[in-house]
């Protein structure tokens, strides 16, 4: 099986490449940059594979949460390349690519992204034995001073919400086994999860890949922001 993997709902702009049991990926700290380096980076894995595009099964994306238009470029481009291949796609939690992050030893993970306007998209998952993770709950947005979190039981915590609200988190989740706010989700997650879900039928075709942003406003009005 071949698998082009995208990620692109936070800072971090990520593709992957898997060919049976190899893993090829790259990735890059760029803000408002996705859209001009999210395809070169796809045609550079696929040259370093010495793949086409038609020679591709599947596409996987993160489908979010996390920034909007980060989300919607991914979840655009892998329904666009999909539809033109004739292939189907596999979204994949943001959530739980950032789970992934955490050390492969963490039982128990948190998964925090900063969504702005004083809230977190917060995700909580199991580590399985194959490696990957595995939900616990539905994933949910709130207030950072108000989001519901499971009972503290040594989780990991990882991704940019845990340095954003270092402060909040640590009067609510007292002992922490260990938290690493400068994680982002890369493909590579994406990947090895799409794989997962791709052998468990969870493919869809290219339109019935959605994005999922969990709330439905962008910004802050001018009178919410002077309150």
């Excluded at 690519?97 to 128990?108: H, K, T």
């Amino acid at each position: 099986m071949n698998l082009l993997a995208i990620e692109t709902a936070t800072e971090s702009c990520s593709v992957a490449l898997l060919c049976g049991d190899t893993l090829r990926d790259v990735s890059e700290l760029a803000p408002r940059r996705h859209a001009e380096r999210v395809l070169p980076m796809a045609e550079q894995l696929l040259a370093e594979a010495g793949l086409s595009r038609r020679q591709l099964d599947v596409i996987a994306v993160g489908r979010g949460p996390g920034a909007f238009t980060g989300v919607r470029l991914a979840v655009s481009l892998a329904q666009g390349l999909a539809l033109a291949l004739d292939i189907p796609v596999v979204p994949v939690s943001s959530l739980a690519a950032l789970a992934m992050e955490a050390p492969i030893d963490a039982p128990r993970i948190l998964a925090l992204l900063d969504a702005r306007m004083g809230e977190l998209y917060a995700g909580a998952f199991a580590r399985t034995p194959d490696g990957s993770v595995t939900a616990l709950d539905d994933e949910h947005v709130g207030a950072a001073a108000e989001i519901e979190l499971p009972p503290d039981a040594g989780w990991w915590v990882v991704g940019s919400g845990c340095k954003a609200y270092a402060g909040l988190l640590a009067l609510r989740l007292a002992a922490p086994r260990g938290s690493d706010g400068d994680r982002h989700p890369q493909a590579r997650h994406v990947a090895r999860l799409g794989a997962l879900r791709y052998a468990a039928g969870a493919a869809v075709a290219p339109e019935l890949a959605l994005p999922v942003y969990l709330r439905d406003k962008v910004a802050l009005t001018l009178a919410e922001r002077m309150r």
